[in-house]
């Protein structure tokens, strides 16, 4: 179970962007996740961070993702990408990594089981992620029912493999953390602008995404769909 904490529900702080002149008083000893709030990449970490319990050890620092702050790169992350995570003096980039480092290195609930069985089947879904999205966003120029469709057929299979939970495996892990960002844009996307509910004929699937749905820590970090709809527009709709 995650701690109290994570059911506190959270007012995120405002987003930095080339206006905002002064960063916050960095390397202080306080740990920060710089995020900016629609970036399934951050929603990631953001998730692990909530699910440990840990909003009040590692702060949130919003970014506007197409704005930064000039300081963000000269002064906290030279690739200049999000998100990163600020601790110990030092910081750390990528979101797979981010979500393994925050696991591990904080306290709160393992999001990583002690079964041999499910840590190699947690290594093979992180492995297949790439494609999962690829070939889902792929979809968007072409037949979406049918590509789109083939990768959700395939989590739905995944979803069997282990009889003790909802989750990939059985409980709520590293592995869902990483494709629950994509899984919840492409439903809300593929429903809204091609009319195709991800959810019929698949119902661990859709047992998955109830369960998903009770879980505060995962629920304060949603989406705006209004915002991702736009986004994927601009963005595919070309």
Same mark, same amino acid.
């Given at each position: 179970?995650?701690?109290?904490?994570?059911?506190?529900?959270?007012? *995120?702080?405002?987003?930095? &962007?080339?206006?905002?002149?002064? =960063?916050?008083? /960095?390397? $202080?000893?306080?740990?920060? %996740?710089?995020?900016?709030?629609?970036?399934?990449?951050?929603?990631?970490?953001?998730?692990?961070?909530?699910?440990?319990?840990?909003?009040?050890?590692?702060?949130?620092?919003?970014?506007?993702?197409?704005?930064?702050?000039?300081?963000?790169?000269?002064?906290?992350?030279?690739?200049?990408?999000?998100?990163?995570?600020?601790?110990?003096?030092?910081?750390?980039?990528?979101?797979?990594? *981010?979500?393994?480092?925050? &696991?591990?290195?904080?306290?709160? =609930?393992?999001? /990583?089981? $002690?079964?041999?069985?499910? %840590?190699?089947?947690?290594?093979?879904?992180?492995?297949?992620?790439?494609?999962?999205?690829?070939?889902?966003?792929?979809?968007?120029?072409?037949?979406?029912?049918?590509?789109?469709?083939?990768?959700?057929?395939?989590?739905?299979?995944?979803?069997?493999?282990?009889?003790?939970?909802?989750?990939f495996l059985g409980q709520f892990s590293q592995v869902d953390a990483a494709f629950v960002p994509f899984i919840e844009r492409f439903q809300i996307y593929l429903k809204e602008v091609f009319k195709y509910d991800i959810i019929p004929g698949?119902?661990? %699937?859709?047992?998955?995404?109830?369960?998903?749905?009770?879980?505060?820590?995962?629920?304060?970090?949603?989406?705006?769909?209004?915002?991702?709809?736009?986004?994927?527009?601009?963005?595919?709709?070309?």
């Amino acid at each position: 179970m995650a701690s109290a904490a994570a059911s506190v529900q959270e007012v *995120l702080p405002p987003l930095f &962007d080339s206006t905002c002149l002064d =960063p916050p008083p /960095l390397f $202080d000893g306080t740990t920060r %996740l710089y995020v900016f709030y629609e970036c399934p990449f951050c929603q990631r970490v953001w998730i692990v961070r909530n699910y440990k319990g840990l909003q009040d050890q590692i702060k949130l620092v919003g970014i506007e993702l197409t704005d930064k702050p000039a300081w963000y790169k000269e002064k906290v992350y030279p690739p200049n990408k999000l998100p990163s995570l600020e601790h110990n003096g030092k910081i750390i980039g990528e979101s797979m990594d *981010l979500i393994r480092y925050v &696991d591990t290195n904080f306290q709160g =609930p393992s999001l /990583l089981p $002690d079964d041999h069985e499910k %840590l190699k089947f947690a290594d093979e879904m992180i492995a297949y992620m790439d494609t999962f999205t690829k070939n889902v966003f792929t979809s968007f120029k072409g037949d979406p029912v049918k590509a789109a469709g083939a990768e959700f057929d395939y989590l739905e299979v995944a979803l069997a493999k282990f009889e003790d939970g909802a989750f990939f495996l059985g409980q709520f892990s590293q592995v869902d953390a990483a494709f629950v960002p994509f899984i919840e844009r492409f439903q809300i996307y593929l429903k809204e602008v091609f009319k195709y509910d991800i959810i019929p004929g698949r119902p661990r %699937l859709a047992a998955y995404i109830e369960e998903l749905n009770k879980i505060d820590a995962y629920k304060q970090t949603k989406c705006d769909p209004n915002w991702l709809i736009q986004f994927y527009n601009k963005q595919f709709m070309k």
